[in-house]
């Protein structure tokens, strides 16, 4: 299933991210990405107040030019299941990075690509066509074209959340 599944969600314009996700207080979704061990799971663990969409995977679609997030049926944690199926629009792509601060910034479009590129979840990478890797980059552009990047850095014991939707919580 891990293989063939990101073959199949790439031909709908989908694709799985490695990542945490929870629907902030404009009904949008934010992302949260990074390298293993970052605080993905933290972070969206900290938002008692916010609907979670998941701490692992996120599944993100583009569907009528817009770019959307959504709990996945298969592979998630159990308690997110009753969650799949409703689509929420994406509010932006946050690269995690621990440090000492808040502090929100915005990424160069080649670091957002490249960073975008490192969290998704293709296992098959090594054995992708050209034609599959141009799908790939191309879908990835089309994402980040309709929701920034952010460079968010963070420790696990400040607050954070008004920097990403403007809440005072």
Request: proline fraction near 4%; include cysteine; charged fraction near 20%.
């Given at each position: 299933?891990?293989?063939?599944?990101?073959r199949f969600?790439?031909?709908?314009?989908?694709?799985?991210?490695?990542?945490?996700?929870?629907?902030?207080?404009?009904?949008?979704?934010?992302?949260?990405?990074?390298?293993?061990?970052?605080?993905?799971?933290?972070?969206?663990s900290?938002?008692?107040?916010?609907?979670?969409?998941?701490?692992?995977?996120i599944?993100?679609?583009?569907?009528?030019?817009?770019?959307?997030?959504?709990?996945?049926?298969?592979g998630?944690?159990?308690k997110f299941?009753?969650?799949?199926?409703t689509?929420?629009?994406?509010?932006?792509?946050y690269?995690?990075?621990?440090?000492?601060?808040v502090?929100?910034?915005?990424?160069?479009d080649?670091?957002?690509?490249?960073?975008?590129?490192?969290?998704?979840?293709?296992?098959?990478?090594?054995?992708?066509?050209?034609?599959e890797t141009?799908?790939?980059?191309?879908?990835?552009?089309?994402?980040?074209?309709?929701?920034?990047?952010?460079?968010?850095?963070l420790?696990?014991?400040t607050?954070?959340?008004?920097?990403?939707?403007?809440?005072?919580?």
């Amino acid at each position: 299933l891990r293989w063939f599944m990101p073959r199949f969600l790439l031909k709908t314009n989908a694709v799985m991210m490695h990542s945490s996700c929870f629907v902030g207080t404009d009904n949008h979704a934010h992302l949260f990405l990074g390298q293993s061990g970052v605080g993905k799971t933290t972070t969206v663990s900290r938002t008692t107040d916010r609907l979670i969409l998941g701490d692992d995977m996120i599944l993100i679609s583009i569907d009528n030019d817009k770019a959307y997030a959504e709990t996945p049926v298969l592979g998630q944690n159990p308690k997110f299941i009753g969650q799949a199926g409703t689509k929420y629009p994406i509010a932006g792509f946050y690269f995690l990075e621990q440090a000492s601060v808040v502090n929100k910034t915005s990424m160069s479009d080649l670091s957002a690509l490249r960073n975008f590129l490192m969290s998704l979840m293709y296992p098959s990478w090594i054995y992708a066509n050209e034609d599959e890797t141009n799908k790939l980059t191309g879908l990835a552009q089309k994402f980040l074209k309709r929701a920034p990047a952010w460079k968010l850095q963070l420790d696990r014991h400040t607050h954070f959340l008004g920097v990403i939707d403007g809440s005072s919580r």
